[in-house]
């Protein structure tokens, strides 16, 4: 089983590839999903949620609001690493355990969908790292014009992670790096590139 980390910058068009990746016959791992799963109610992690930001954060019909911590941990970084301390620990267990059940079963090619990868993680402990990139002015106007944020939203959101360029210049021990799928353009271009990087995948999986 080759178990693979997609990732990418806010904005750069990960989701698309990872829908591409899934069409394609690749698993999919969601990190974001993981993340809804141990932050709902009842959960240790969602209590300790509750404990550290107060009774505010839970919405009316009792589950979290995502939206107002979201808009929170954005502006305050030690409220961001506490929140990080509570969450992704679990997610780090939750997605361990989904790899041994993709590898039970067989499954080939097993992509973990990461957007903080690289600041959360070591990309080395993936057989494989994906990153799809986008020049920032783009991902900023995606921002603005898909999400509807602010400009200085979409600046503030960009800037709690690392910058693109200290991805791509990743290397781990062996020298290799991120195959990197641009995607500044159309999404005919995205299937295109993100086609020749699942092939690069598929063979590394043999």
């Not at 690749?26 to 300790?48: C, K, M, Y």
């Not at 590898?103 to 969908?113: A, I, K």
């Not at 106007?141 to 400009?151: C, H, K, M, Q």
């Not at 991805?167 to 799928?181: M, P």
Request: aromatic share 4%; glycine share 6%; proline share 6%.
């Amino acid at each position: 089983m080759l178990s693979v980390a997609l990732t990418g910058n806010v904005a750069a068009g990960k989701t698309r590839v990872a829908e591409l990746f899934r069409r394609w016959g690749a698993t999919i791992i969601d990190a974001d999903q993981l993340v809804r799963e141990v932050q709902a109610p009842g959960t240790p992690e969602f209590s300790a949620i509750v404990a550290r930001f107060g009774p505010a954060v839970v919405a009316p019909d009792g589950t979290l609001d995502r939206a107002g911590v979201r808009a929170r941990v954005f502006t305050d970084p030690a409220a961001r690493h506490a929140l990080e301390a509570i969450v992704h620990p679990a997610v780090a267990r939750r997605r361990e355990q989904l790899l041994v059940e993709a590898r039970h079963r067989g499954d080939r090619v097993v992509v973990s969908d990461i957007p903080l990868l690289f600041e959360t993680l070591d990309p080395a402990g993936f057989d494989a790292v994906v990153l799809v990139d986008a020049p920032e002015p783009v991902r900023l106007e995606r921002l603005v014009r898909e999400r509807g944020l602010s400009p200085e939203e979409a600046r503030r959101v960009t800037a709690a992670q690392w910058p693109a360029e200290r991805k791509r210049a990743w290397r781990d021990s062996a020298g290799r790096g991120a195959l990197v799928i641009e995607n500044e353009g159309d999404l005919a271009t995205l299937e295109r590139r993100a086609r020749a990087v699942w092939k690069a995948l598929v063979a590394l999986a043999r």
